[in-house]
């Protein structure tokens, strides 16, 4: 996961995970390999995104989300915000307005999401691609008798 800092540059969720996408990421910011890590606990400069054990909170344009590290954290963030983003499954368990998690990437790919006074927009990789030949889709359950 990633986040726009009040600077306009990008701090990524782990330093470790997922290196070939961040890199991308990042050059596509104009940053380089430059990555600036979330804070484990605390603020980041500037105070948008505040982290704890459970994870993070990123508050920007009026607009609330919470970036989920444990699943214990959802029993209070999907109370609290306007977007929850989990890469584990949430499933009904979350009153939040929207809701990204693991089962919607596993669907669409990875996600933007666009903070606004008033929307949250949310685009999906494969929701840009398009319907095409090259882009997988997942398939339909085949349990119940379908």
């Known amino acids: 996961m990633a986040v726009r800092t009040e600077s306009g540059t990008l701090a990524v969720s782990s330093l470790r995970?997922?290196?070939?996408a961040r890199d991308v990421w990042?050059?596509?910011?104009g940053q380089g390999s430059d990555a600036v890590p979330w804070p484990r606990y605390g603020e980041s400069?500037?105070?948008?995104?505040?982290c704890d054990?459970?994870?993070?909170?990123?508050?920007a344009?009026?607009?609330i989300v919470a970036?989920?590290?444990?699943?214990?954290?959802?029993?209070?963030?999907?109370?609290?915000v306007d977007v929850v983003v989990s890469p584990e499954p949430v499933r009904?368990?979350?009153?939040?307005?929207?809701?990204?998690?693991?089962?919607?990437?596993?669907?669409?790919?990875?996600?933007?999401?666009?903070?606004?006074?008033?929307?949250?927009?949310?685009?999906?990789v494969n929701?840009?691609?398009?319907?095409r030949p090259w882009v997988a889709r997942p398939r339909a359950s085949r349990r119940g008798g379908t």
């Not at 400069?45 to 505040?50: D, K, T």
């Not at 929701?127 to 319907?131: I, K, P, V």
């Open 17 to 20: 995970a997922a290196p070939f």
């Open 26 to 29: 990042l050059r596509r910011a």
């Open 45 to 50: 400069a500037g105070g948008r995104l505040v």
């Open 53 to 59: 054990s459970l994870g993070c909170t990123y508050r």
């Open 61 to 63: 344009a009026g607009r």
């Open 67 to 80: 970036l989920v590290r444990r699943p214990e954290a959802l029993a209070e963030d999907c109370r609290l």
């Open 92 to 124: 009904g368990r979350c009153e939040a307005p929207l809701v990204v998690d693991r089962f919607d990437l596993w669907r669409g790919g990875a996600h933007a999401l666009w903070l606004g006074d008033r929307t949250v927009t949310v685009e999906s």
């Open 127 to 131: 929701t840009r691609r398009g319907d």
